[in-house]
């Protein structure tokens, strides 16, 4: 069973940045990959995808701020972070896309002055 590890989050003020990192227990050979968020009382939500040959898309609202990569062997996935606002404030999620193996833990982003 694929396990999914999120590490990186932390507290930062407005405009300040965070990396992402996202271990995953094999090869994502051929794998597309995302990034997702779930903000306190709203609905898990796709933020960032990349394919298999590092095509990417975001989100409206991370456009230009975001930016995803990924290392296929060992399995990887990263989100640079900046120009962070509060409303990016949630718990980020790596996982594949679109069909999702189980969920990590996730790692908590809170951006705050």
């Known amino acids: 069973q694929v396990q999914l590890v999120e590490s990186g989050g932390g507290l930062v003020q407005p405009g300040g940045s965070l990396r992402l990192s996202c271990t995953v227990s094999?090869?994502?050979?051929?794998?597309?990959m995302a990034w997702y968020r779930q903000a306190p009382g709203k609905q898990r939500e796709l933020v960032a995808r990349?394919?298999?040959?590092?095509?990417?898309k975001y989100l409206d609202s991370v456009k230009g701020r975001f930016t995803i990569s990924r290392d296929n062997v060992p399995g990887a996935v990263y989100l640079q972070m900046d120009s962070l606002k509060p409303e990016d404030t949630a718990v980020y999620y790596c996982?594949?896309?679109?069909?999702?193996?189980?969920w990590g833990q996730g790692t908590q982003v809170t951006v705050s002055s």
């Open positions: 996982n594949n896309y679109p069909d999702n193996w189980s």
């Open positions: 990349i394919t298999t040959d590092r095509s990417t």
């Open positions: 094999g090869t994502i050979f051929g794998i597309y």
